[in-house]
């Protein structure tokens, strides 16, 4: 077997990893937004799988499919339903600036077959089965035999519990794994003290009369904040705005892809989807939380309600920041730009970690229960730092490809 290493590959972003068994397999085909000059970098060119399996619906891992809108595509149905919303987003955006037109949307759209966690699809002598990687709804692991060999792609994962969806479970006697490692160098806090911590900054701001910013990815993160305030508390105001809103109904859509769809859509019936101006205006002229995106504030309605926010209200950002974007020149720099021009923020603000990775402990934990004889490091930052330690602190044959690379499995 061969690994064509076609992004995230020393790098987060553009996940795509094309497996040849006496198939070509194509794992994710995903864009990235931002590099470090600011424009969309696409997976390196490697055409012609015979088949493609989407982990999840995340943009770096999804965002460049349109591409591939030729070939028949692989995805649980909640995947298909959430990308079918960014990438018409990623259009009204970037428009020219994507590699795919609006006709190869609507094609690739049409190639979707679905593949549920737990079955299996046969194509030639190469086996593919997706698990629950407890990351966002319908995210998957790919679970590939050939010739009695097991390839075991992670996609983005997570281990532990969260409010929206039970961890990953751990897998035995893997041959080759192909490991996310975001979070290779960084531990998470514990869960519950994250949460007290928001709970108390929720009460603290909203005694003082203000406003609890939420500035939020509209996957996922819009969905877990939801479900974690309402699990606390019944009764604070709730306001949801931008893109999240949608992608909660796509959730409630697929309850069987939700830990606790019950308690979830209780908790979406008791905030408030923000679906005008009059709406927009309660939220700031009572003390309230607001859930918004762009989760890196980059867009999306979260400025305009920081704008209206009296002194009181605090920030509170529960997701990675890219640099350069406006979330992270406010944490950075205490400014954000609007219309190229640079506003003060005078808001207190604070980060507090939410993350749906797998942290340090849990990815050392899912590599020993795997015990694979090569493990190949994808979509981290350091991945080479993490390759090194691996093979010189526990034995491991580890190894963090470069972009483009192709590696003999
Ligand atoms: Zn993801
Ligand atoms: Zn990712």
């Known amino acids: 077997m061969e ?156 281990c532990q519990d969260t409010f929206m969806h039970k961890g990953a479970d751990y897998y035995e006697d893997i041959d080759i794994l192909i490991l996310e490692s975001t979070y290779a160098n960084r531990e998470h806090p514990k869960r519950s003290d994250t949460d007290q911590i928001l709970m108390d900054n929720v009460y603290e701001t909203i005694d003082n009369g203000g406003n609890i910013l939420l500035p939020s990815f509209a996957l996922g993160r819009t969905q877990e904040l939801i479900a974690t305030i309402r699990n606390y508390d019944k009764e604070i105001p709730v306001f949801v705005d931008g893109m999240g809103r949608e992608i909660t109904r796509i959730y409630l859509d697929h309850p069987r892809y939700i830990r606790d769809a019950k308690a979830f859509r209780r908790a979406v019936k008791s905030v408030r989807m923000v679906s005008g101006i009059p709406d927009k205006k309660s939220a700031t002229r009572e003390p309230s939380i607001i859930i918004s995106s762009a989760g890196m504030m980059n867009g999306g309605p979260i400025l305009n309600y920081m704008f209206h926010s009296n002194a009181q209200s605090k920030l509170i950002f529960t997701g990675y920041c890219v640099e350069e974007t406006n979330g992270w020149l406010l944490q950075h720099k205490g400014y954000i730009i609007r219309d190229e021009e640079e506003l003060h923020v005078d808001l207190p603000w604070e980060y507090l970690d939410f993350s749906a990775h797998a942290g340090r402990a849990d990815l050392l934990n899912f590599i020993k229960h795997a015990n694979p004889e090569k493990i190949i490091l994808v979509h981290g930052d350091d991945t080479q730092g993490f390759a090194t330690e691996l093979n010189e602190a526990f034995g491991y044959n580890a190894i963090a490809p470069k972009e483009g690379e192709r590696i003999r499995i």
């Open 3 to 158: 690994l064509e290493c076609l992004g995230a590959s020393g790098e987060v972003g553009r996940s795509a990893f094309l497996l040849h068994t006496d198939k070509k397999i194509m794992m994710d085909y995903g864009i990235k937004l931002f590099d470090e000059s600011g424009t969309a970098k696409f997976p390196v060119e490697s055409i012609d799988p015979d088949m493609v399996v989407l982990s999840h619906a995340h943009l770096d891992h999804s965002g460049c499919l349109p591409m591939l809108s030729k070939y028949r595509w692989y995805a649980t149905p909640p995947t298909r339903d959430i990308v079918d919303v960014l990438w018409k987003d990623s259009m009204k955006i970037m428009g020219e600036g994507l590699p795919y037109t609006l006709a190869d949307y609507k094609r690739a759209l049409k190639k979707w077959t679905p593949l549920l966690y737990e079955q299996t699809i046969r194509t030639g002598e190469t086996e593919v089965t997706l698990h629950d990687a407890g990351h966002i709804s319908g995210a998957a692991m790919v679970d590939i035999e050939y010739q009695g060999k097991r390839v075991f792609y992670t996609g983005d994962f997570k």
